[in-house]
């Protein structure tokens, strides 16, 4: 399963980011890419997970350490529908 995790800043600023750019996958996780952006929000994270539980997880942690506010998309590609 394809997932988007939208990153808008609470506080943290340069930690956050910090963090970000070394971001590992945990196991049942695989990162894409994580790009910072201007705008509404500051960082995406394309990533995919085994299932929901294993993404939900990953968003929480990435989330509580960042202190990021995040908001996860479920991405389906156009071809499969």
Same mark, same amino acid.
């Given at each position: @399963? /394809?997932?988007?995790?939208? /990153?808008? #800043?609470?506080?943290?600023?340069?930690?956050?980011?910090?963090?970000?750019?070394? /971001?590992?996958?945990?196991?049942?996780?695989?990162?894409?890419?994580?790009?910072?952006?201007?705008?509404?929000?500051?960082?995406?994270?394309?990533?995919?997970?085994?299932?929901?539980?294993?993404? @939900?997880?990953?968003?929480?942690?990435?989330?509580?350490?960042?202190?990021?506010?995040?908001?996860?998309?479920?991405?389906? #590609?156009?071809?499969?529908?």
């Amino acid at each position: @399963m /394809l997932f988007i995790t939208l /990153l808008s #800043p609470k506080g943290k600023g340069r930690e956050a980011i910090s963090y970000l750019k070394e /971001l590992k996958a945990p196991q049942g996780i695989t990162i894409h890419n994580v790009y910072l952006t201007f705008g509404r929000y500051d960082g995406v994270i394309v990533f995919e997970a085994l299932d929901i539980k294993t993404a @939900m997880n990953f968003v929480l942690e990435t989330g509580f350490t960042t202190d990021y506010t995040v908001e996860t998309l479920t991405a389906i #590609p156009a071809k499969e529908l």
